[in-house]
């Protein structure tokens, strides 16, 4: 790959540009601390007191990030076991309420559905009223709708409660990213984020496994009923231990507190928080749509995490029916095979974390700055092994080869999916860190539409083409365009970034 060069940002808005960091200089995210003639001589300016100040996230105690880390982590796990621990349970749904094996699917895609929406109103709620009390009150809203599913005796209170359940559920996509940027510096990420996108996909692996067991020991019933518990624990956790994280609105509330002690109109550099409410609110809602739809670099990231993501619930909603099916499995055999999956994102998570902070500080100490592509170069073996996993498990399926075999593709798709998907979603992150809330919600958009599209149209699929084909279609379509995207996004991305930064000089979106 040639060097990604970066245009001439010196006139952009500050609050969306990504600085140049030169190499003689910390690798660390800087607090937001002036360095303008002017705003240095403004003493009524609130930043914080200088880089090592304790107030800042940034310097919080390692345990108290991590804590912090591991809660929207466990939220997350709880989100994508939602969508995936239904999987075995799918035959015993559809027999009790009478609905046909499309409909049972469609319980769980309609709940991915609300991925796609609830961030976009989440995620910019947080950019005004802060990390904390979105995540609690939205996993609250999961709790209630989740608990009424278990009671579910037909198809549109099933439908309703999974769909309005999402949407609390969605916080995970809306505020956990957030979150990371909030409390760990740059070159720091790749670690957290591998823990903190490690372990929320757990979910979709350890999910059928219970979801196998719980179905046939007690009841497909049980399986909400679990994780209300489950997240209801969380709440209460985060109700004692999940402070504010958002900087913003921690130095808004620094510069309120001196405006009462001292009378004087002391401000913060953007002011945003001192803007009418209704104000505020109007502009965060509408800031993920204007994103999507002004930013190349978003539009680019948002096609091909769409298309992992639908292949991801392509893959976890069909692969418990291969084993029941071509196999003649029990229900709870067929849970065990997505521990081959746990392995693949852990052998991800693990390698990609040291190899993603590793070429961060590489590529920053050689080339003399920073720039968001160097989270790119990490797609390339993603996008191998994805599509070698794919090939793979579907070959392997339709010869029905010895489960091994099949299993070893799966955890090679697997691995493949964490390491692509982390490298965007940090791409992502360090493009638009002012705004990374609605930033990643906008960039999920197009890929909670395809994981709820996806399992629909899978028994269809295999049922035409067979599993290897099958397999083999979804991979050739990701040949044709995602096997590039590495390439155009390390050459073409600052310049693309630019573009969209030109578009955005003046909007009051971006105030």
Known sequence: M?????????????????????ADTTLSDKPPIQTDSDESNDELLVTWDGDDDPNCPFNWSLARRWAITLLCSMGGMVTLMSASMLAPALGDIGHDLNITESEANMVVSIFVLAFAFGPMALAPLAEVFGRRWVWILASTWYVLWNTVCGFSHTRGLMLAGRILSGLGASAEYAISTPVLADCWRAEDRGHSFAIATFVPLLGPAI?????GVITEKIGWRWLFWVLSIFDGALVIYALLFFPETYHRLLLHRKAVKLEKETGRPFHTKTDAHNQPLVRKVCYSLARPCWMLATQ???QIMAIFLAYNYGVLFFVLTSFASLWTEKYHQTVLISGVHYVALVIGYTVAAQGGARITDWLWKYLTRKRGETAP???????????????????????????????IVVDIGVAVFGCGVILSTQAMQQYVMESYKEYVASANASSQFLRSIFGFCF???????YNRLGYGWGNSTLAFIMIGFGVPAPFVIWTYGARLRDKGIQRAKGKVFLA
């Open 2 to 22: 040639e060097k990604p060069k970066d245009n001439e940002t010196s006139d952009m808005p500050t609050e969306i540009r990504e600085p140049t960091v030169r």
């Open 373 to 403: 592509e160097y989270r790119i170069p990490l797609m390339i073996p993603g996008m191998v092994f994805l599509l070698a996993g794919l090939f793979w498990y579907g070959w392997a399926a339709e010869a029905i080869a010895p489960w």
């Open 207 to 211: 999910g059928p496994i219970l979801g």
């Open 296 to 298: 190349p670099t978003i």
């Open 455 to 461: 399992p629909i149209f899978a028994p269809a699929l």
